[in-house]
């Protein structure tokens, strides 16, 4: 600004005779650029205090962001481990459903297996109860037809002493 003023002063005084200014409407001319460069330097301090204050913003945001990241690497490991250990325990629930279930099928069998073992078991007890029945009716007839022969042979024995005698 200085320079440029120094540059008007000189064409003013240069030959120009048409525009040549009084000293104080030089003086005038100087004092109005003295305060345009005055708030020309005052703008220039405003830029660079607003200038220093974003690099501070900007030093905070990026230390804001790699915070931001190194929570969000966190949580993804988090999440990662979560999902393994989800993953794991769905597979050994799995497995033990199926070995429950191949238990339960075992069991299953066996439970039929004795079902049929104990009807079969029921039959023979009721077929020998059976054949234990007619042994029983065999052995009555049997004592039966003893005892009638014991009468027989009594009736007979007694008759004996008179055919003796006779």
Same mark, same amino acid.
């Given at each position: 600004m200085k320079?440029?003023?120094?540059?008007?002063l000189e064409e003013s005084q240069g030959g120009k005779s048409s525009e040549v200014l009084?000293?104080?409407?030089?003086?005038?001319?100087?004092a109005q650029k003295e305060q345009e460069l005055?708030?020309?330097?005052?703008?220039?301090?405003?830029?660079?205090a607003?200038?220093?204050? *974003?690099?501070?913003?900007?030093?905070?945001?990026?230390?804001? &962001?790699?915070?931001?990241? #190194?929570? !969000?690497?966190?949580?993804?490991?988090?999440?990662?481990?979560?999902?393994?250990?989800?993953?794991?325990?769905?597979?050994?629930?799995?497995d033990a459903v199926k070995a429950l279930a191949?238990?339960?099928?075992l069991l299953e069998r066996e439970k039929w297996e004795l079902r049929r073992q104990a009807k079969e078991a029921t039959d023979h007890a009721t077929? *020998?109860?059976?054949?234990?029945?007619?042994?029983?009716?065999? &052995?009555?007839?049997l004592e #039966?037809? !003893?005892?009638m022969a014991k009468q027989s042979l009594a009736t007979l024995t007694k008759d004996v002493p008179k055919r003796h005698s006779l």
């Open positions: 320079e440029m003023l120094a540059k008007d009084s000293a104080t409407e030089l003086r005038v001319q100087l005055a708030r020309a330097k005052e703008a220039l301090q405003a830029m660079k607003d200038r220093k204050r *974003l690099k501070g913003e900007k030093t905070d945001l990026v230390s804001q &962001m790699q915070q931001l990241y #190194a929570t !969000l690497e966190s949580r993804e490991e988090q999440l990662r481990d979560f999902i393994r250990n989800y993953e794991q325990h769905r597979k050994e629930s799995e191949k238990e339960k099928d077929a *020998l109860r059976s054949q234990l029945d007619l042994k029983d009716n065999r &052995m009555k007839e #039966a037809e !003893l005892a």
